[in-house]
Structure formats: C-alpha cells, structure tokens
C-alpha cells in the first residue's frame, strides 16, 4: 500500500473535528490545511503521523472534500499565479495590437504596474478585495498617482508597453557573465544554504571558509541569482564586474 502523504491525515483529523493548531500554526498551519483539502485521498487502513493519536481510514478512494461522493478541480488565484500571468499577457501583446485586461496576483499598486509595463491596458483585481476588503482600490489608486507623478507621467496610458521592448527569446541572450555574488559577512548567519544551492543546482562556485562563511569564485560564478534568492537574511548580492 502506498504511504499517505504527511498531509493525509492532517485532512483526516480535520474531517474528523480534530483541531491541527497545537501541531502547527500560522503560514504553516494554513498551507497545510489548503494542502490537505485539495489533494487528500483516503486509503484503508490505519497510518501514524502525529503520535499517540491514530486515524482510521475509509476504504474507498474518495476525495474528502466531495457533495454526495463527487469533486472536482479547483483554479489557482493570488500571487503563486502571477509570474505566469505576466508571462501570457506580456506574449499576447507581442502578437496582438487588441486591448488587453491583466489578471492573476494583483495584490497591490506595484503590481499593476507591472501588468501595464508589459502591454495591460487595464488590470483586474479578485484575490486582493478577498483578502483585505474593497477599501484596497484606494491604495491602489493613491500608490499608481504617486508613481505616475515622480515618473513625470500624466496618465497610466504611458505605462502601458513600455517594458515589452526589452524581452527577447531566451537563447537570443547575452551568455558572458557580467555579474557575480558578494557576500556581506556582516549580516550573513552562516547557515550555508547558498552553498548547497549553489553546489546542487547552481555552478559549483560558492564554498564555505574556514570561519563558516560563504566565499564566493568570481571565475565559476554565472551570476545566475539562485544564492541571493535562497539566502534568509539578505547577505547575497548581485554585483557588476565591470
């Protein structure tokens, strides 16, 4: 039998009015909620996550979010969407001169900003009036003058395209590195997590000293970003050679 995932019988105890927030709280607690109601299935048998406590399980295959022993697929709203919205309208206005309305992870003014720049004649908002109220507009509109302002711009309209020029086809690229990670010892705690990014998934170019901090090989590093990325304090970043 295949072992349920850990969160299994997270969904279990919650169908069953156990309560998860003495196990685990905040971001996590809700991820794993979300988790656990979208994608559990039951499995018969009984399996051990979070001793002493044990959970039955129903011996059919049905979703235990289910109306009279149906489900369906749910959609993806909020800022995990965003990166692949801007992709799509960003493409469409690199093919097409019709007006196009950005949506996708619009929580706030930057954002619709960033819909414009790449050809988004107009923005829509969903997840960000969910989550904190149709007052949000506002900000929206006081942040998008403010910035119109100091940009020296007298209508959203000039945003709008600006940025499309400047993307081309990934292998069109220019491949010389140009930039590599310094490292601020300063505020740099030593975890060692951009090491073993930068060693599994990166270019080898990232050790450890003989105190624990990262030093990074300007010669093998690609500039590629993953450390500053990975790193929880802000220690990693990204400098011209030139």
């Avoid at 656990?36 to 996550?49: C, I, M, R």
């Avoid at 469409?92 to 949506?103: D, R, W």
């Avoid at 105190?211 to 929880?232: M, S, Y």
Wanted: overall charge neutral; charged content about 15%; proline content about 7%.
């Amino acid at each position: 039998m295949t072992t349920p995932s850990i969160c299994q019988p997270v969904a279990c105890r919650l169908a069953n009015g156990y309560d998860t927030r003495s196990l685990m709280s905040g971001p996590q607690r809700s991820s794993f909620r979300h988790m656990a109601f979208s994608t559990s299935l039951e499995y018969p048998g009984d399996y051990d996550v979070f001793p002493p406590y044990r959970y039955p399980w129903n011996p059919v295959s049905k979703p235990l979010l289910n109306v009279h022993g149906q489900s369906a697929f749910g959609g993806l709203s909020g800022w995990m969407i965003k990166p692949v919205a801007l992709r799509c309208v960003a493409q469409i206005a690199q093919t097409t001169k019709l007006p196009i309305s950005g949506i996708g992870g619009i929580s706030c003014w930057q954002d619709a900003v960033e819909f414009m720049l790449l050809g988004a004649s107009t923005v829509q908002v969903c997840y960000a009036v969910m989550e904190n109220g149709h007052g949000i507009i506002r900000d929206f509109c006081s942040g998008l003058q403010t910035y119109l302002e100091r940009k020296e711009m007298a209508s959203p309209a000039e945003l709008v395209g600006r940025s499309l020029p400047y993307f081309t086809a990934h292998k069109t690229l220019q491949r010389d590195p140009e930039v590599f990670t310094a490292v601020d010892r300063m505020s740099c705690r030593r975890c060692g997590a951009c090491v073993t990014a930068c060693r599994d998934s990166g270019y080898q170019a990232t050790q450890m000293d003989a105190e624990g901090f990262p030093v990074v090989n300007a010669a093998r590093c690609d500039g590629c970003g993953l450390c500053a990325q990975i790193c929880p304090c802000g220690s990693m970043t990204i400098v011209h050679t030139a």
